[in-house]
């Protein structure tokens, strides 16, 4: 199957094309952008779960509608879900203070509101990634990552939040750990090992 990942995220290609490889039935991972597709995704979903599964049947459809056949369309819909904001930025985060705002505002942002909220630290990344089979089956699976806000950015690695995610265990934000090492824990990770058993599953039952 040609794998199609409803994203247009380099960094996030990244990670999924690492995380994926080895899968005998996986010929290619492509970026919707890099299949030739550019629907327009409305993601008025109340959870992950469904967010992600919007955006798989959407591109699904668009891919079906322009000849394209034996493909596995995957997509995710991820956040930071932070306890003192009562789970903000959740599944806005991609949106969170505007599409065009800097990472480095937004964290330094929620830095500041943790800090005045004075209570827990403790945050959540959390990745639900959907699945549309050849045959039009669906499922979606969770991965999450359990941390704390950091006091300040640390780190060069990762994306997005990654600075600022405090991993105690590790006594690291995500974005202080080597690639391989993050996605062994991270909550995208987790979830894409999950939807390789999903996939694994898929095709005991259809071979």
Same mark, same amino acid.
């Given at each position: 199957m040609k794998v199609i990942f409803a994203t247009g995220n380099k960094d996030k290609m990244k990670e999924i094309r690492e995380i994926l490889s080895g899968m005998d039935s996986v010929k290619d991972v492509v970026s919707m952008k890099e299949a030739g597709l550019d629907p327009e995704i409305i993601e008025n979903g109340s959870t992950f779960e469904e967010n992600a599964l919007i955006k798989a049947k959407t591109v699904f459809m668009e891919a079906k509608s322009?000849?394209?056949?034996?493909?596995? !369309?995957? $997509?995710?819909?991820?956040?930071?879900?932070?306890?003192?904001?009562?789970?903000?930025? #959740?599944?806005?985060?991609?949106?969170?203070?505007?599409?065009?705002t800097s990472y480095k505002e937004k964290n330094a942002n929620l830095i500041e509101r943790v800090n005045k909220?004075?209570?827990?630290?403790?945050?959540?990344? !959390?990745? $639900?990634?959907?699945?549309?089979?050849?045959?039009?089956?669906s499922r979606v699976?969770? #991965?999450t990552i359990e941390g704390e806000i950091a006091d300040k950015e640390y780190g060069e690695n990762g994306f997005g939040f990654d600075p600022i995610f405090y991993v105690p265990s590790l006594k690291k934000t995500t974005a202080q750990i080597p690639p391989e090492e993050k996605h062994a824990i991270s909550h995208r990770g987790n979830a894409l090992r999950l939807m390789r058993k999903e996939i694994l599953d898929y095709e005991s039952l259809n071979c």
């Open positions: 322009k000849g394209m056949t034996d493909i596995l !369309v995957l $997509a995710d819909d991820s956040g930071l879900c932070i306890d003192a904001l009562n789970g903000e930025p #959740g599944i806005y985060s991609a949106r969170y203070m505007g599409k065009d909220a004075n209570t827990t630290r403790r945050a959540e990344f !959390v990745c $639900a990634i959907a699945a549309i089979f050849p045959d039009g089956e699976v969770r #991965g």
